[in-house]
């Protein structure tokens, strides 16, 4: 009895461990399987958290570098530690994973090290080393996230040719660093390596930046990014990357001009996506249905093809994010349990963690412009905002769209200082249908970033005050 559950999630990423936790606590007997050896999925080992330690220290370091003199800060001797640094990331990693593992104690959540795989709709086998061990399980979750993706031809080394994985662990700081892809990873990692002295080159397949972003945001992102040294070249095909000799090699063409150019550099990070981590778990051999892009099909309920087995996070469909796995695996525990689990998909943030922020919810104008929808804009410069004016954190704005008949907000798009915690406020105004006037008319703190936001939903009614 002891290896039957009512609930084995595989899996214990940010969507996994949450399900399994928020299972537990419903009364349902759970287990966690997870291969890694840690918990805390890509999120925790090698992505969110790791990048965002790297984030804010090589912040840290470019201001003291470039800022500091300027505002009255004087010192000398400023150098990098890079070891110290990555030592310091290393830390901050350890203590979070061993904080999951409290966590399931706490919540009598059984952790399974190994890797899951289905038998049947009930049997779960998990293999660690030679060992092999038969688990039963009434209900079945599966949220095995996903893996960075490639280029045809192009072999990832995690030495000189890396993923995001390799890009959080260079032993020194490359001298030249070609990012392949503009999306939010590849920016992120180049800003980072950008501060700390790379010279850094993004090679982007489209004619901008951030797909999926508003284009007026992403527009403004690029601008800054390069008025801080980071170099584009845009609307690019990438054709081969070779290791020669101690450098790598890296041939583009210009999809326009057809014009082909090739770039040296020290270190190439391939940052073109992820794609599900489905493999070896005998999916096609219960039947369970995936779609084109090889995510798991599930209905409203999360429901695979087979009833009991469940799919959460970067394995279906919608935006890899681990916000939006930790709230579809919530959902899942409680629909398990009976309750009625769901998930407004509607109302999920992204976050681009540079320098400024960028972060947004909702609808873009170029989405509300397909659909038809009428709407009319509210935007209010951190030019204008007296805390970001003090601070010397001037660049951006926020924007605002909203139904042009009921007012209610549709959209928030902010780039600019704190923006991944401002965009909160205006996620849970959406969760609740708020309209424009509604955020117009609710008290902001003076002086504070936050003020940018209420000046924005002002100015849909072209009623804004300090602009």
Not at 206 to 233: A, W
Request: glycine share 10%; hydrophobic share 40%.
């Amino acid at each position: 009895m002891e290896n039957n559950f009512d609930v084995i999630v595989i899996g214990g990423g940010p969507g996994g461990y949450v399900c399994a936790i928020r299972a537990a606590q419903l009364g349902l007997k759970t287990a966690c399987v997870e291969s890694r050896g840690a918990l805390g999925g890509t999120c925790l080992n090698v992505g969110c958290i790791p990048s965002k330690s790297l984030l804010n220290l090589s912040e840290s370091f470019h201001k003291a570098q470039k800022d500091f003199n300027s505002q009255g800060i004087e010192f000398t001797g400023l150098k990098l530690n890079l070891n110290k640094m990555m030592s310091g990331k290393n830390k901050s990693v350890q203590v979070l994973t061993k904080g999951i593992e409290f966590l399931f104690k706490k919540n009598n959540v059984t952790y399974i090290k190994g890797k899951g795989v289905l038998f049947s709709e009930n049997d779960v086998v998990v293999y660690e080393g030679e060992e092999k061990t038969s688990y039963k399980a009434k209900n079945i979750v599966i949220a095995t996230g996903s893996a960075p993706t490639s280029l045809p031809g192009i072999d990832i080394d995690e030495q000189n040719i890396v993923s995001s994985t390799g890009a959080l662990s260079f032993d020194d700081v490359p001298k030249e660093l070609i990012i392949i892809g503009g999306g939010y990873i590849g920016l992120e990692m180049g800003s980072i390596w950008s501060r700390l002295g790379s010279s850094v080159t993004v090679l982007e397949y489209l004619d901008f930046i951030t797909p999926g972003m508003d284009r007026e945001v992403s527009n403004e992102f690029q601008k800054i990014l390069t008025k801080q040294g980071i170099k584009f070249k845009l609307n690019n095909k990438v054709t081969s990357v070779q290791n020669v000799s101690n450098k790598v090699v890296v041939n583009f063409t210009n999809n326009k001009t057809h014009e082909r150019e090739k770039k040296e550099c020290d270190k190439v990070l391939v940052a073109v996506g992820r794609k599900p981590y489905t493999e070896g778990l005998n999916l096609s051999k219960l039947g369970i249905k995936k779609d084109t892009q090889g995510k798991i099909e599930v209905n409203k309920k999360l429901q695979t093809s087979i009833n009991n087995i469940y799919a959460i996070g970067d394995v279906i469909k919608g935006p890899m994010l681990a916000h939006k796995a930790e709230e579809e695996g919530i959902a899942v525990a409680e629909i398990i349990a009976g309750q009625a689990g769901h998930v407004n998909y509607d109302v999920i943030p992204g976050v681009v963690y540079t320098s400024p922020e960028v972060a947004a919810v909702g609808k873009t104008e170029e989405q509300l412009k397909e659909a038809n929808i009428d709407y009319k804009v509210g935007k209010f410069p951190f030019l204008a905002n007296s805390r970001a004016k003090v601070n010397n954190e001037t660049d951006g704005f926020v924007k605002i769209l909203a139904d042009s008949k009921t007012d209610r907000v549709l959209g928030v798009h902010m780039i600019g200082p704190h923006t991944g915690d401002m965009i909160a406020e205006m996620a849970l105004a959406m969760e609740f249908g708020a309209s424009a006037e509604d955020i117009a008319r609710t008290c902001h703190a003076h002086p504070t970033h936050t003020e940018a936001v209420k000046e924005a939903a002002l100015a849909i009614d072209k009623r804004a005050i300090h602009f």
